[in-house]
């Protein structure tokens, strides 16, 4: 069992940054992937990026590339997204995930999911 918690959403100015974080429990994660998604409004569900626990492997959906940053802290067992550049369409519910890896882009693969945290990205 892995317990995901998410914090650090809320409203950021288009251009501006915003770092999003995951706090994991209840297991060892050195042999899983943990990802972001993120449901916009009235949409579903969509992958933004993954990683492995061990950093050795990153991977982002098209639109946030150059822009987002997974990145992970072993000692505090928390994974972060850093969005700088921020536009309007990034805005949604912020997911983190966890899954044995590999990784991957498809939700209804992941089995353990945070509770969500809202980024509202103003024009």
């Known amino acids: 069992q892995v317990q995901l918690v998410e914090s650090g959403g809320g409203l950021v100015q288009a251009g501006g940054s915003l770092t999003l974080s995951c706090a994991a429990s209840?297991?060892?994660?050195?042999?899983?992937?943990m990802g972001w998604f993120r449901q916009p409004p009235g949409k579903e569900r969509e992958f933004v990026a993954f990683?492995?626990?061990?950093?050795?492997?990153?991977y982002y959906t098209d639109s946030v590339k150059g822009r987002f940053t997974i990145s992970r802290d072993y000692a505090k067992n928390t994974v972060y997204l850093q969005m700088n550049s921020a536009k309007p369409e990034d805005t949604a519910v912020y997911y983190c995930?966890?899954?044995?890896?590999?990784?991957?882009?498809?939700?209804?693969?992941?089995?353990?999911w945070g509770q969500g945290t809202q980024v509202t990205v103003s024009s």
């Open positions: 209840g297991r060892t994660l050195s042999n899983f992937a």
């Open positions: 990683m492995t626990w061990s950093g050795s492997i990153t």
């Open positions: 995930a966890a899954r044995l890896a590999p990784g991957t882009v498809l939700a209804s693969m992941w089995g353990y």
